[in-house]
């Protein structure tokens, strides 16, 4: 355990500053944070947590918002009671996970003191300080893309099917939350091009956009 931290020390202290930056943002910033956008994630959280519907108004179902962010935002309060204060911390803690993506593609890609320097930067990066504030999709969605980014390298660089399969499901979940990336996966399949032959990039594709289609597909199958 303290070689871990001796070894790690360094990218859990900026992870410490990203969480000790965005609480004081949050406890410090007069304004609300259920405004505009929110104020829908926030009804159909709400309705899902009391009426089991995702729904505006708590009787006809919406067919308009993408259901990944009001269902984080339900299984908070299904965890940490009807707080938005738990819905922020809860953000909090996703950009610090950011902050130690982007320390581990930095890693890979270049070396240590590069990620190192990526993560700080994104710690002290005001946009990250202040993103986990509102009630809005872009904190989820950034750490989706991260996380898809990450499963991205590492499936090129391992070759395993278990992280494309993992790599369509987040892909999915994505999608889910932000809708414009839902044509990403298929340009994807041009990238591998360029690391495999076309008949095995036409297998591996098969694994990571079957899982895709099935996440999103049982979303579009539940609306018509």
């Avoid at 204060?85 to 593609?105: P, S």
């Avoid at 969605?141 to 991205?152: C, D, E, G």
Wanted: proline letters at 4%.
């Amino acid at each position: 355990m303290n070689s871990f931290f001796k070894n790690n020390s360094t990218i859990i202290l900026i992870m410490l500053l990203s969480v000790l930056l965005q609480t004081f943002f949050i406890i410090n910033y007069n304004a609300n944070p259920v405004e505009s956008d929110a104020i829908h994630y926030n009804l159909l959280a709400k309705n899902l947590l009391h009426k089991r519907i995702f729904s505006l108004d708590g009787k006809m179902i919406n067919l308009q918002r993408a259901p990944g962010y009001p269902f984080f935002i339900f299984l908070v309060y299904s965890l940490f009671g009807e707080r938005i204060l738990a819905v922020q911390l809860a953000q909090v803690l996703i950009i610090a996970l950011v902050c130690l993506l982007i320390y581990k593609i930095g890693c890979i890609i270049f070396n240590k003191n590069i990620g190192i320097m990526a993560a700080l930067i994104t710690a002290v990066h005001p946009v990250f300080i202040c993103q986990s504030f509102p009630l809005l999709s872009e904190t989820l969605m950034t750490f989706l893309i991260i996380v898809v980014v990450y499963l991205a390298i590492v499936s090129i660089q391992t070759h395993k099917v278990k992280y494309f399969i993992l790599l369509g499901i987040l892909l999915g979940a994505a999608a889910l939350t932000r809708p414009v990336v839902l044509l990403l996966p298929f340009f994807s399949i041009f990238t591998l091009l360029f690391f495999y032959h076309w008949r095995k990039v036409l297998r591996l594709a098969l694994f990571f956009l079957i899982p895709f289609i099935l996440v999103v597909g049982i979303w579009i199958y539940r609306n018509y």
